[in-house]
């Protein structure tokens, strides 16, 4: 499924929220909902004038308070409303929620490694990257099916959330996602719609895109 659509120049914005408490102590959040850290207010005000000056036609973000919390900034800035999904929440992660990343290491140290390796694996119990990206992607392609041609969405959500959704609509397989770095709080990754589909034009950053020049596109 690479999301192909009718409309042509149309673009996705995805934005991880802004830094929490969990996120500095490198403790898995989940599913959970934490809230931004002062910091991670900063952050999202900061990115939010940025990301207004790409003109978004919509905003969809998860309901959970971090990402909630986030959108608000650029909803103020921008004057749009942010329609919030659950299918956008970050991944269910079962007993691996509330652990730091030794912890985890230290109790699921098999589990973890197969993850890495890029293997299905349900962690602590949890969902699959391919489900996340089963109830995520659709509530993206739904929105950027709305946007006019040559729009703009901005799909505010959580790091393992948008690598699954990237790779689902660039039509990788599974076990390649984690080739996707990962993003940094408050940084985006912009896909755009080209012949064959989305392609990835920009990714984990924080200052305004700039024109490819003397691609081959």
Same mark, same amino acid.
Request: contains cysteine.
């Given at each position: 499924?690479?999301?192909?659509?009718?409309?042509?120049?149309?673009?996705?914005?995805?934005?991880?929220?802004?830094?929490?408490?969990?996120?500095?102590?490198?403790?898995?959040?989940?599913?959970?909902?934490?809230?931004?850290?002062?910091?991670? $207010?900063?952050?999202?005000?900061?990115?939010?004038?940025?990301?207004?000056?790409?003109?978004?036609?919509?905003?969809?973000?998860?309901?959970?308070?971090?990402?909630?919390?986030?959108?608000?900034?650029?909803? &103020?800035? &921008?004057?749009?409303? $942010?329609?919030?999904?659950?299918?956008?929440?970050?991944?269910?992660?079962?007993?691996?929620?509330?652990?730091?990343?030794?912890?985890?290491?230290?109790?699921?140290?098999?589990?973890?490694?197969?993850?890495?390796?890029?293997?299905?694996?349900?962690?602590?119990?949890?969902?699959?990257?391919?489900?996340?990206?089963?109830?995520?992607? =659709?509530?993206?392609?739904?929105?950027?099916?709305?946007?006019?041609?040559?729009?703009?969405? $901005? $799909?505010?959500?959580?790091?393992?959330?948008?690598?699954?959704?990237? *790779?689902?609509?660039?039509?990788?397989?599974?076990? &390649?996602?984690?080739?996707?770095?990962?993003?940094?709080?408050?940084?985006?990754?912009?896909?755009?719609?080209?012949?064959?589909?989305?392609?990835?034009?920009?990714?984990?950053? *924080?200052?305004?895109?700039? =024109?490819?020049?003397?691609?081959?596109?």
């Amino acid at each position: 499924m690479n999301g192909t659509m009718s409309g042509r120049g149309r673009r996705i914005v995805l934005w991880r929220h802004g830094q929490t408490a969990w996120n500095i102590e490198r403790r898995f959040q989940g599913s959970l909902d934490i809230e931004l850290t002062d910091t991670g $207010v900063a952050q999202a005000h900061r990115a939010a004038r940025l990301l207004a000056g790409l003109r978004p036609d919509a905003i969809v973000a998860s309901d959970l308070k971090r990402v909630v919390a986030t959108a608000a900034e650029l909803a &103020t800035v &921008t004057g749009l409303t $942010v329609d919030h999904y659950a299918g956008l929440r970050e991944t269910y992660a079962g007993e691996w929620q509330g652990l730091t990343h030794e912890e985890i290491i230290e109790r699921f140290g098999d589990q973890y490694a197969a993850w890495k390796r890029g293997e299905p694996v349900r962690r602590g119990g949890g969902e699959l990257e391919s489900e996340v990206a089963d109830r995520a992607a =659709p509530v993206v392609l739904e929105a950027a099916e709305k946007l006019p041609d040559g729009g703009t969405l $901005v $799909v505010v959500s959580h790091g393992g959330t948008i690598r699954t959704t990237i *790779g689902r609509l660039l039509g990788l397989e599974p076990h &390649t996602w984690e080739a996707l770095g990962g993003l940094s709080n408050c940084c985006w990754s912009v896909l755009g719609e080209g012949a064959r589909g989305w392609r990835l034009l920009e990714h984990n950053a *924080g200052s305004l895109p700039e =024109p490819v020049l003397g691609d081959d596109a």
